[in-house]
């Protein structure tokens, strides 16, 4: 899926398992859920700008590459998302933090917001949205929306694990109303398309130009 990214390093997975065990005591599953937000932060910030600065070592002067002024928040979802901050911190320390509280309405089952408070200037940076569990994906697309509604553009949400049915809710509430998605080809069908909430199929190339004049008009 894109913009999805599924972290497999060895030692995300062995730490996965050890978090997981039915076994493993408090004190042992909060240092987990802080070192796998540890090595998770290495992929979520891969792609920051980075410029070319001189430092004076020991011994010469030499080019080195360092963060290029990059603005960034971290926004843990309260309280689960808490157990991840500080590993964030620890690697980005000049990050600003705000705190975004939910609670999951017992009726309605849908998510309920008592503290919000977030830096002044949020929308002028990247925000890396911190939840250790992706469930329905409510949570994260409240939290998501509402910093949406304040300007920022950039969002990422890093959780440690994920139910699928989350995944899609949050691609949905993401992407859906600003990509139009676009199926076609001999293996394709109407049918699939209908399947997987595309807004349109065609079978051939020509069709497939005027289809896609068509959708970017609308």
């Known amino acids: ?33 802080g070192e796998i937000a540890g090595l998770m932060c290495y992929e979520a910030t891969r792609n ?6 001189e430092v004076e070592t020991p011994v010469a002067v030499a080019k080195c590459q360092m963060l290029a002024g990059k603005k960034l928040a971290i926004i843990p979802i309260l309280r689960a998302g ?40 949020i929308a002028e940076r990247e925000v890396i949205v911190l939840d250790p569990m992706l469930a329905t994906g409510g949570s994260a697309i409240d939290a998501i929306t509402k910093l949406k509604e304040r300007g920022v553009k950039q969002i990422k949400f890093m959780c440690i694990i994920a139910a699928p049915e989350g995944v899609e809710a949050l691609i949905e509430a993401g992407c859906k109303s600003q990509v139009k998605i676009m199926v076609g080809g ?3 069908t109407q049918e699939f398309a209908d399947e997987i909430g595309a807004d349109c199929y065609t079978s051939d190339a020509a069709s497939a130009a005027e ?8």
């Open 186 to 188: 001999a293996p394709i």
């Open 82 to 121: 808490l157990g991840m901050v500080d590993s964030m911190v620890d690697l980005i320390p000049s990050a600003k933090i705000g705190h975004i509280g939910l609670y999951r309405d017992h009726e309605t089952h849908q998510p309920v917001e008592y503290y919000c408070k977030l830096p002044s200037d």
């Open 48 to 53: 920051l700008p980075t410029e070319e600065v």
């Open 1 to 33: 899926m894109a913009n999805v990214y599924e972290l497999k390093h060895p030692l995300i997975q062995h730490k996965l398992a050890i978090l997981r065990n039915k076994n493993t005591g408090v004190k042992e599953f909060r240092e987990l859920v």
């Open 211 to 218: 289809a896609a004049v068509a959708l970017c008009n609308a």
